[in-house]
């Protein structure tokens, strides 16, 4: 009886119920839609920096996080594949590098950068290099004087494939070496600052230039799933030597970990003022409705309703309202999101802002299975919980006052 | 027994600062199968009254028993339940429920009782044919004219067989045509089905046909009055 009733009560004024109906789908659609947006916008973050070198783990000597120079390198790094063939579940991947500070230069210009001996094949497992090479090749194993530079380095230094760069850094002598190497490949990566930070060459490449022998400056590791990361993590810190360190990627870049935290009590604040603004639009709505019908419900207490089956029956009423809203909401939210799954939000516009918070131009909303129950849940429970105070008010109606109101 | 005992019924209102008094320590005694009129001006005390003995409002003092059961011991949720179970309403106007069908405003009282489905439609429909509405039982009240409107409340006020029927001016918002009908109908479903009931009028044609006749005046019955045969 109380679906009956309510069903056909919402429709005794189809304009006003397709307008709240309206302010739910809207506020359901922008929670899911802008949510998605958001968990997108993070989970760039996080790919962007993990695929730029950081990896899930990197493995360093104690002391080089805080002073990357070279005398605080891995020695006999070799004592650390069997651990790590070990311990890493199947699929994981993991890469060598030398990592030093430095300074390139050609005849126009010079800059410093980040200067990376890689193993090219491992690498390309790893992090973003080898697929994002867009002129030229990627590195093998045999080039001991080609190097990758980013577009944005290349643009700024107006050279290209096949001329030559010279790469200047301290070595373990604590003196000055230097290599030209010939560019053999162009790589364009989610930032422009990653473009301009990083050159890369082979890892002998950089242990000879840098008398390096065979220490390398960390090693990164890619795990087949983030989740992963902690156990990997304990299991590894538990048989490296002391010397040796392992931190996570949360750890390596604290920034992108303190701005996921944000997105997350931002996504809830705005749950809550969607919900808010949706909230006084339903009791507005629903109050108005039952004042509409005071003599309607002095009649239904006069015939014997009891004043609990008439909040029911009101709340039936908003329970309708916030189905359909809910539902359609859903359904507007998940085609809007994956008609722009495919080709992302292109925000190239920002980019030189987004570049400062380490997100990418163009985004890619996600949709967690958490933030649609939420809002779900926020809406609908919420939606019925804020429908009493006119349910209530419709059950106080005495029979003779209602009865008598005109 | 009696199916309605008023003793020393007052009812005051609080208007702003003024204290009216509605009922002035009436009593008033109904047997069972009564068809009586409560008559008198706007203002005189018989919807105070009417609805007194409907169990919709409560008097500040007096005692009113209904088919044995004493409303002043009643909690608000007894007071339904004997207008559930006891007492038919016909209102002056605004009876029905507008989104239900005439089948369905009759069978509401059933399903407010807990009778099943079946046995409710049954009912429903075979009271409806009683009052002359016949396939129009799927009409909603927007697609009835004021006189079936009033037809479809008193079938619905007496379909769970109430031990009384209280109308409210019920013929105020109708031709004297329906109304006479209406009257007519009401008459016979008290002869034929015993169904006691009061109305509260001040139209001449209601208290032509009632048999009894109790004259309300400034919140006292002046003159209680059994018509012949």
């Known amino acids: 009886m109380y679906l009956q009733l309510g069903w056909r009560n919402i429709w005794r004024n189809p304009r006003r119920t397709t307008v709240i109906v309206t302010a739910v789908v809207i506020g359901v659609w922008s929670m ?3 949510g998605a947006l958001m968990r997108g916008v993070a989970d760039q973050m996080v790919r962007n920096g993990i695929a730029t070198l950081t990896g899930h783990l990197q493995i360093h000597q104690k002391g080089y996080r805080s002073d990357p120079v070279i005398e605080n390198s891995i020695e006999a790094p070799s004592n650390l594949e069997q651990a790590l063939t070990r311990l890493l ?16 230069s050609n005849a126009r210009h010079s800059d410093g950068i980040t200067f990376v001996g890689v193993d090219p094949a491992r690498e390309a497992e790893v992090s973003f290099v080898k697929p994002a090479i867009v002129e030229g090749r990627y590195l ?17 230094f107006e050279t290209q494939i096949g001329r030559k ?11 000055i070496a230097s290599r030209a190497f010939r560019i053999v490949g162009i790589f364009r990566a989610e930032m422009e600052a990653t473009e301009k930070q990083f050159v890369f ?16 400056s960390e090693i990164s590791i890619l795990l087949p799933s983030r989740e992963q990361v902690d156990s990997v993590a304990a299991a590894l810190r538990h048989v490296l030597p002391a010397e040796l360190e392992v931190q996570t990627w949360q750890q390596l870049l604290p920034m992108v970990t303190a701005v996921l935290t944000m997105y997350d009590s931002f996504i809830f604040l705005w749950f809550l003022v969607v919900f808010v603004a949706m909230a006084f639009g339903i009791v507005n709505t629903t109050l108005m409705a039952v004042f509409e019908r005071v003599r309607e419900f002095g009649l239904l207490k006069a015939l014997g309703m009891r004043p609990r089956s008439i909040v029911l029956e009101v709340l039936t009423e908003s329970f309708f309202v916030l189905v359909i809203g809910v539902v359609l909401g859903n359904c507007f939210g998940f085609l809007t999101t994956n008609a722009l799954f495919r080709n992302g939000i292109d925000l190239s516009a920002l980019s030189a802002g987004l570049e400062y918070v380490g997100m990418a131009r163009v985004v890619y909303p996600i949709i ?3 933030d649609v129950i939420t809002a779900n849940l926020v809406v609908f429970l919420l939606g019925l919980l804020v429908s009493l105070y006119p ?10 006052e209602a009865m008598a109101h005109t | 027994m009696n199916i309605v005992e008023c003793t020393n019924v007052t009812k005051i209102y609080q208007q702003g600062r003024v204290k009216v008094t509605a009922l002035d320590d009436v009593s008033l005694s109904m047997e069972k199968g009564s068809f009586a009129a409560l008559a008198g001006p706007s203002g005189s005390g018989k919807t105070t009254l009417l609805n007194i003995i409907g169990g919709l409002d409560v008097p500040d003092s007096g005692r009113v028993l209904v088919d044995g059961n004493s409303l002043q011991e009643m909690t608000q949720s007894q007071l339904a339940n004997l207008r559930l179970h006891k007492v038919g309403f016909v209102f002056q106007s605004y009876n029905l429920i507008p989104v239900l069908s005439a089948v369905e405003n009759v069978e509401f009282v059933m399903l407010l009782q807990g009778i099943a489905a079946k046995e409710r439609r049954e009912r429903a429909m075979a009271i409806l044919d009683d009052v002359g509405l016949e396939n129009k039982y ?7 004219s004021g006189g079936q409107q009033q037809r479809v409340a008193v079938a619905r006020a007496i379909v769970s067989s109430p031990s009384i029927v209280l109308a409210d001016e019920p013929t105020a918002n109708l031709d004297s045509k329906t109304g006479n009908g209406l009257l007519e109908m009401m008459k016979e479903m008290n002869e034929r089905k015993k169904v006691t009931f009061i109305f509260s009028t001040h139209d001449r044609m209601v208290m032509d046909y009632a048999r009894r006749l109790i004259q309300i005046r400034d919140g006292k019955i002046f003159n209680d009055q059994l018509k012949p045969g």
């Open chain 1, 32 to 34: 899911i839609f802008l």
């Open chain 1, 89 to 104: 579940p199947p699929n994981a991947h993991w890469a060598p590098r030398v990592r030093v500070n430095g300074v390139v």
């Open chain 1, 140 to 156: 093998v194993d045999e080039d001991e004087y080609g190097i990758l530079i980013g577009e944005a380095l290349a643009e700024k």
């Open chain 1, 165 to 175: 760069v010279v790469i200047m850094s301290q070595d373990t002598n604590e003196e």
């Open chain 1, 201 to 216: 060459v082979t890892l002998p490449a950089a242990q000879q230039m840098l008398s390096l022998h065979d220490g390398i």
């Open chain 1, 368 to 370: 967690l299975s958490k």
């Open chain 1, 391 to 400: 349910a209530v008010k419709a059950a106080r109606f005495t029979p003779v």
């Open chain 2, 138 to 144: 799927r009409r909603r009240p927007a697609e009835l």
